[in-house]
């Protein structure tokens, strides 16, 4: 895991199991232990029109990561489901805004249990919504594509988003982690990074590389420059 005092503070990069090879996935997770937390996309084929892990294979995850897990849920009813997720280990839970009833009661829940809380938006949803939640989460998720599938090509329209949600964080005083997921890469990472985002979700980026801890290291180094340029 990163050592958050030396060049980078404050930057957190989550590599995406998405893009890993789910054979070996031990053997993976090994490879990447420069990061930060490992990213755990949760998709049920309902909220969106993909299948990928439940509790049993996260569990597994957990057992056998380096770094902390992120588990990012695109689920529907998360009010009945996140709680377990979060029982389980999990260092964060990510619920959809457009899919939790009570989004105030399930992060105070999470919470509650231990795990870092976080909402979720759609790239078409608006942030306006979050901004009363700041103070009730530890994380926000701004998609930079839509969710479902990896591999996607980032959506810079998404960045006027962030912006605001940024500002908004600031003027508050917030400590919130600003977050965003999808086609972040050495090309991308730059303007996610100068409209306020702090955590970086990347897949193929990191395990497509030959050597993916230095990959983290050049996108870690690349987010902190423009960060600061912010």
């Known amino acids: 895991m990163h050592d958050d005092n030396g060049p980078g503070a404050g930057i957190r990069i989550n590599p995406s199991i998405l893009a890993a090879d789910f054979v070996n996935m031990q053997a993976e997770l090994a490879r990447i232990s420069g990061a930060d937390f490992v990213h755990v996309d949760v998709m049920d084929n309902h909220f969106v029109p993909n299948l990928t892990f439940g509790p049993q294979m996260v569990e597994r995850i957990q057992a056998t990561s380096p770094v902390p897990l992120d588990v990012h849920l695109m689920i529907s009813a998360p009010d009945r489901w996140a709680p377990g997720y979060a029982e389980l280990g999990a260092a964060s839970v990510t619920f959809h805004l457009e899919a939790a009833a009570e989004p105030v009661a399930l992060a105070r829940r999470l919470r509650a249990i231990g795990a870092r809380a976080g909402v979720a938006v759609k790239p078409g949803t608006p942030v306006e919504p979050l901004f009363d ?3 009730e989460v ?3 998720l701004v ?3 839509e969710p479902g599938f990896g591999g996607q090509s980032f ?7 962030l912006r605001r949600l940024a500002d908004e ?9 600003l977050q965003v997921d999808g086609g972040i890469g050495e090309s991308t990472i730059a303007q996610a990074a100068e409209a306020g985002a702090d955590t970086f979700v990347a ?3 990191v395990f497509g590389a030959e050597d993916p801890d230095a990959a983290i290291a050049g996108l870690r180094a690349s987010a902190a420059r423009h960060r600061h340029a912010r």
């Open 203 to 205: 897949g193929s980026a």
């Open 155 to 161: 959506m810079p329209e998404t960045m006027p988003k």
């Open 169 to 177: 964080a600031r003027r508050r005083g917030s400590q919130v982690w």
């Open 143 to 145: 998609m930079t594509v």
């Open 133 to 135: 939640l700041l103070n």
């Open 138 to 140: 530890d994380q926000l």
